[in-house]
């Protein structure tokens, strides 16, 4: 196959610089708000919470997951909320579950997660799935 010099099948190096364009350096960066951050982590934790504690992803008797996020120069410190199943392993299903949301969040992002702190809101039994949320 045939191209032309400086057509994108060539591979003779990197590309030229857009004109009148500064270097990629020095264009800025992407900021992403905490709220949109803490977003993402409580949807990873519902992901997690379902997959690690066996929450059916309707959750029954148990409130969807709440997440806050801190983010500070591509770092972002995160807390989750969420109810777990009773009887669990409560020290193994958090951990498993803080790394799965630190991965998440840090695969959708491109931020690098430095803490994720996990409160157990409630331990939910088989008996408060079957008959809904009381309050």
């Known amino acids: ?6 057509s994108p099948g060539e591979g003779s ?5 857009a004109a009148g364009l500064p270097p ?3 264009r800025g960066a992407t900021v ?3 709220r949109v951050v803490a977003r993402i982590a409580a949807q990873a ?3 997690a919470q379902s997959r690690r504690a066996a929450v059916p992803p309707d959750r029954g008797g148990s409130e969807a997951p709440h997440a806050s996020a ?7 410190r995160l807390h989750l909320t969420m109810d777990l199943p009773y009887p669990t392993d409560i020290p193994r299903v958090c951990a498993r579950i803080q790394r799965d949301v630190a991965e998440r969040v840090a695969q959708l992002t491109g931020l690098r997660v430095g803490e994720v702190l996990l409160t157990v809101r409630r331990l939910v039994t088989a008996a408060d799935s079957s008959r809904g949320r009381v309050r």
């Open 24 to 26: 990629p350096a020095e």
């Open 32 to 34: 992403i708000p905490d």
């Open 70 to 76: 801190a983010v500070r120069t591509g770092w972002v």
């Open 1 to 6: 196959m045939k191209t032309r010099p400086g």
């Open 45 to 47: 934790a519902r992901a």
């Open 13 to 17: 190096g990197p590309p030229a610089p």
